[in-house]
C-alpha cells in the first residue's frame, strides 16, 4: 500500500473512536506538562494515556519517524518489518485488542514449521530433529544445573554438563544450532553474555504468532494520532529537580513538570543522554548488567520462489553457530518470493561492518549450498544495522550475567517524583517485546497518575 492510502486507511478506520475517547476526558484538565523521550511504542502508550486524561503532553523524538524498534519500510510494493515481526503469543496480548480495533490484517506462522538442512546444503529427514530435541533437553539440565550456585554464563554452563570434546563436528553442529535456534535467536545474544539464570526469564501470552503483511507500525500510527511529535530532536540532556524537568535536545530546550524516558538499552549503555544529576546507583547497575542485544534481518527479494511453498521457516545448521541459520519464508504470509534470514548476536554486529553487497554474498552462498547453483539472484533486499543505529544501539535487551529478580524493576522505578522510566528493558513479565514496551508506557502513565492522585 502506498503510504498516502495507508495514512488515510489508519484514519478512516480509526478516527471515530479515537476522538471519542479523547473527548470525553477534557473536563477539569490536569495542569501539567510531561515531557516523553522516545516516539516508540513505550512513549506513544504513555502518551496516549496522559494525553486522553487531559495532561498536555510533547513527545521528543530523535528521528523523523515515530515507532522506534517497530518500523515497516514500504519501499516495496509488499510492505516488510524491519524491526519487530510478530505479536508474540495473540491470546489475551493488549496488541491483539488494538490490531482488532484497525482491523490490521494478520498472517499466523508456526515457530514449529521447519525444513531443516545441514551444513553441505542437504536436506534432512524429519528424524534429525531428535537429535536436536535431545540437545535442547540437555541445554535445559545445565541450565537448572546452575540454580544451586552462582549465575554464570549460558555457555559456561553448557560447557559444564556437556562434555563438548567427545562430540563429533556433525554433534557439535547440532548442539550450536540448537543453542542459536532455540535461544540466541530469541534474547539476539550470544550464549557467552546470557545469563544462565535469568535465560528463562519473562512469561508469555497464550495462541499464535501473528505477522502483519500490511506492516506492523499500523498498531503505532493508530495509537499516536492527535500527540504532539517533535520530530528530529535528538535528546542530549536531562536535568531534573524537585520543580520540575528540563530536556535539552540538539536544537533547543524543553520544560516539563514531570518526564517519561523511554530510551533503548542500547542508548542507555552508550551513555548518550546525559542525566543531571546522574541516576541512582541501582538504575545505573541495571543499565550496566543488562544485554544491548543484537538481531538484523536480511529480506531478499527474488525473482520467483525456488524454495518449498510451505513450510514458514528455512533451518540451516551452518558450520560455525548461528550463520545465516534461520529463514523465514515471506511467500506464505504475503505471496510474494521474498526470504528474511535473521542473524543474532556478535555475528549480526560483525555483518553491520560488511557492505550490502557483501552481506548479500554471504546471504546468497547459504541458499545456494540447499538450493543448488542455479539460485537466481535478488532482485533487492533490504539489510537492518540495529546495533549502528544510533536511536537504537540494540535491538532489545537480554539477562545479562549477574543480574537479579529486581533488575528490571530498578531500571523501571521512577527517580523522586519527576522521572519516570518505560520501553521493553523496563518490563519484568515481558522484556524484550512490543507488547512489553506497551504495557511498560501505560504503567508510567498509570503510575504518574497515582502519584498525582
Ligand atoms: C530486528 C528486531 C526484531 C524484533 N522482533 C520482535 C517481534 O517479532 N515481536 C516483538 O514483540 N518484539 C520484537 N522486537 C522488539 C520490539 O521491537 C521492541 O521491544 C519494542 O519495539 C521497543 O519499544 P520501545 O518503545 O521500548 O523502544 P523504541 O521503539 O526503541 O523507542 C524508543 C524511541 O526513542 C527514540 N530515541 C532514542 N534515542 C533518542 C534521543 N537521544 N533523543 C530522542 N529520541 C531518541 C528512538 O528513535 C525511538 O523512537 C524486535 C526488535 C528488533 C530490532
Not at 63 to 87: E, F, K, M, Y
Request: hydrophobic share 40%; charged share 20%.
Amino acid at each position: 500500500m502506498h503510504r498516502r492510502n495507508f495514512i488515510q486507511w489508519l484514519l478512516m478506520t480509526a478516527a471515530a473512536t479515537r476522538l471519542a475517547s479523547c473527548q470525553s476526558n477534557t473536563q477539569n484538565p490536569p495542569s501539567e506538562t510531561i515531557v516523553i523521550v522516545g516516539a516508540g511504542m513505550a512513549g506513544i502508550a504513555a502518551a496516549r494515556s496522559l494525553h486522553d486524561a487531559g495532561y498536555t503532553v510533547i513527545l521528543l523524538e530523535g528521528r523523523d519517524r515515530l515507532g522506534g524498534r517497530l518500523w515497516t519500510s514500504r519501499q516495496w510494493d509488499t510492505p516488510v518489518n524491519l524491526g519487530a515481526s510478530w505479536i508474540h503469543g495473540d491470546r489475551g496480548n493488549p496488541l491483539t485488542a488494538i490490531a482488532d480495533e484497525i482491523n490490521a490484517p494478520r498472517a499466523a506462522s508456526d515457530s514449529e514449521d521447519w525444513v531443516l538442512y545441514d551444513a553441505a546444503g542437504k536436506q534432512l529427514p524429519d528424524r534429525a530433529w531428535v537429535e536436536i530435541e535431545d540437545f535442547e533437553a540437555q541445554i535445559t539440565r545445565a541450565i537448572a544445573a546452575t540454580y544451586a550456585g552462582e549465575d554464570v554464563p549460558l555457555a559456561e554452563a553448557i560447557a559444564n554438563h556437556i562434555d563438548l570434546a567427545a562430540l563429533s563436528p556433525t554433534e557439535r553442529q547440532r548442539l550450536n544450532f540448537a543453542i542459536n535456534s532455540g535461544i540466541e535467536l530469541d534474547w539476539a545474544t550470544d550464549g557467552s553474555e546470557l545469563s544462565a539464570h535469568y535465560v528463562d526469564e519473562g512469561k508469555g501470552f497464550g495462541g499464535d504468532d501473528v505477522l502483519f503483511p500490511q506492516g506492523y507500525d499500523a498498531l503505532a500510527h493508530y495509537l499516536a494520532q492527535a500527540l504532539d511529535i517533535r520530530f528530529n530532536e535528538r535528546v542530549t540532556q536531562i536535568v531534573y529537580s524537585d520543580r520540575g524537568v528540563t530536556v535539552t535536545t540538539q536544537s533547543g530546550r524543553f520544560e516539563g513538570d514531570r518526564a517519561i524516558v523511554t530510551l533503548p538499552i542500547g542508548v542507555l549503555k552508550r551513555g548518550d543522554v546525559v542525566f543531571e544529576p546522574p541516576l541512582p546507583k541501582e538504575k545505573q547497575a541495571a543499565i550496566a548488567v543488562l544485554n544491548a542485544g543484537v538481531l538484523n534481518k536480511v529480506y531478499l527479494k527474488f525473482p520467483h520462489i525456488f524454495w518449498q511453498r510451505s513450510p514458514d521457516w528455512i533451518s540451516y545448521i551452518s558450520k560455525a553457530k548461528g550463520e545465516f541459520s534461520a529463514w523465514l519464508n515471506l511467500y506464505r504470509s504475503t505471496g510474494q518470493p521474498i526470504l528474511t534470514a535473521f542473524n543474532a548476536g556478535a555475528f549480526a554486529q560483525e555483518l553491520e561492518t560488511f557492505s550490502d553487497e557483501q552481506i548479500i554474498d554471504r546471504a546468497m552462498q547459504t541458499l545456494r549450498l540447499m538450493y543448488g547453483q542455479n539460485t537466481p539472484e535478488p532482485i533487492d533486499a533490504q539489510i537492518t544495522r540495529w546495533a549502528s543505529d544510533p536511536f537504537a544501539r540494540c535491538s532489545y535487551s537480554s539477562p545479562g550475567v549477574g543480574m537479579t529478580k529486581v533488575t528490571r524493576a530498578d531500571l523501571a522505578s521512577p527517580v523522586g517524583d519527576r522521572l519516570f522510566f518505560a520501553g521493553e528493558a523496563t518490563h519484568s513479565d515481558y522484556p524484550a517485546t512490543v507488547h512489553g514496551a506497551y504495557l511498560s508506557g501505560q504503567r508510567e502513565a498509570g503510575r504518574l497518575r497515582k502519584r498525582l492522585g
